[in-house]
């Protein structure tokens, strides 16, 4: 079997070593010499990181950015004004341009795996809207982990109910999320799709007992637990009011703790939450850019990692972080932390790995994330042949130092390049860009 060769370059935060992919598996690294029939890359003035992983994303969003009513609004509001209330126009078409645009952002900030939690569920929802969403994955090369999430019952946000959707039964949730799982879940430590159970939050999606019943499915299907949780107050004011305990007491009453559960936001954790949740190993998918721009506040991190959880970095939909960028959350992750609690809160090294090897942990993938011999070949090549990286010391850690815009050269996932020079192969991006404007107009037509 022919390999690639890549030579020569600083190989995550460690030191320039070679590494050699055979099939869609890191084969060797370290001082390597080519073989007969090797593809020979010469990675001088680059940095090699293992492929970054986004732990929550909502690819629909990445065509309503920017959106005069909700840029000044926060979150109970802005669901109203922006995903809910365009959330019942979206095709199976203008879903396939959104996911495209997802993954362009994605590939061209480093990151080569993405868990979206897609949410556009109601009793009347096409499966279509998935598969085309597996479809824009495969085309552009991405490992891509549906979280499937979801309301029963009925739709308790005023903006859900002003969409006049209705929710689906728990019957329906089940029966459809069996079927995805059966058309696109894959075992294995090299994966490229999955399904995640991931009920949109916690807390208002579903009444306890329904969301006990889907952990027990999902533990029963080996599927993973995911939802949004405490990225406002709110959760815990209706926790207390409806049920007499914390939003965090509720997951653990409905059996949504542990290792294979994880959470994105819980900025509002306090020490008492955190203190469960490290218990149990429970995971947070840390979204600092939309927490910032709704202005729900920072998520306690390092507090978090201290108390036993397992933590990992995500991008949240652009209608809310219109920029996308992993990289751009490793970077707002790094600095941010420092703002609160000093220069020694976070290092490279430290949100390198949330934002790698944890985050592909949490999603179940063991050794995904890693540049070791036998581990899926999933990697990012920052260029650093250029004037605003050549005055940094530390070569290594530039691509996260120096933030956006990242100068990602190449990706590769499972062996296979899905970003050569920059460009995406068969991806026609200025041709993506205008197909996009055309969805927005679109939407803005029907609005
Ligand atoms: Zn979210």
Redesign the pocket.
């Known amino acids: 079997m022919s390999a690639i060769l890549i030579k020569n370059g600083w190989l995550g935060l460690e030191g320039q070593r070679d590494i050699r992919i055979r099939g869609t598996r890191i084969d060797a690294i370290g001082s390597l010499g080519p073989e007969p029939g090797d593809e020979v890359i010469d990675a001088s003035d680059r940095v090699i990181y293992p492929g970054l992983v986004n732990t929550?994303?909502?690819l629909f969003q990445s065509i309503l950015k920017g959106i005069a009513e909700g840029l000044d609004q926060g979150l109970g509001d802005w669901l109203q004004s922006v995903p809910y209330r365009h959330w019942p126009k979206f095709t199976p078409e203008m879903l396939y341009t959104a996911a495209k645009v997802g993954f362009s952002e994605l590939l061209r900030s480093g990151c080569t795996t993405c868990a979206d939690?897609h949410y556009l569920y109601h009793a009347d929802s096409s499966p279509e809207m998935e598969a085309v969403l597996f479809q824009a994955a495969r085309e552009v090369g991405i490992r891509y982990v549906l979280c499937r999430g979801g309301t029963t019952g009925k739709m308790t946000h005023k903006g859900m109910q002003k969409a006049g959707v209705e929710a689906e039964t728990l019957e329906q949730y089940l029966t459809r999320t069996e079927a995805a799982a059966n058309l696109y879940h894959q075992e294995g430590d090299d994966a490229l799709s999955r399904v995640v159970v991931a009920p949109t939050t916690l807390v208002h999606s579903m009444p306890p007992a329904h969301m006990k019943e889907v952990a027990a499915f999902a533990r029963g299907r080996g599927l993973r637990l995911h939802s949004?949780l405490l990225?406002v107050p709110f959760d815990d004011q209706v926790a207390r009011e409806r049920y007499g305990c914390s939003a965090v007491e509720l997951a653990s009453r409905c059996d949504w703790l542990g290792e294979d559960v994880w959470f994105?936001?819980l900025v509002n954790a306090s020490p008492e939450d955190r203190r469960l949740l490290g218990e149990t190993a429970t995971g947070v998918s840390h979204?600092p850019i939309?927490n910032a721009r709704l202005g729900s506040g920072i998520a306690p991190v390092p507090e978090m990692a201290a108390a036993g959880m397992q933590v990992s970095i995500?991008v949240?939909?652009s209608g809310?972080a219109e920029g996308g960028s992993l990289i751009g959350e490793l970077y707002s992750a790094w600095l941010l932390h420092r703002t609160r609690l000093g220069a020694e809160a976070t290092s490279v090294a430290q949100v390198l790995k949330w934002g790698s090897e944890d985050g592909a942990r949490l999603l179940g993938y063991p050794t995904l994330g890693r540049l070791e011999v036998g581990a899926p070949a999933d990697l990012v090549i920052f260029d650093l042949d250029q004037p605003r990286y050549a005055g940094v010391w530390e070569q290594a850690q530039a691509p996260i130092l120096c933030g956006e815009p990242a100068s990602v050269e190449r990706v590769m996932v499972a062996g296979r390049w899905s970003m050569v020079d920059g460009r995406m192969p068969g991806t026609d991006e200025r041709q993506l860009a205008a197909q996009a404007r055309a969805t927005v107009s679109q939407l803005r037509a029907l609005d």
């Open positions: 929550h994303h909502h939690h949004h990225e994105a936001h979204c939309s995500g949240d939909g809310s």
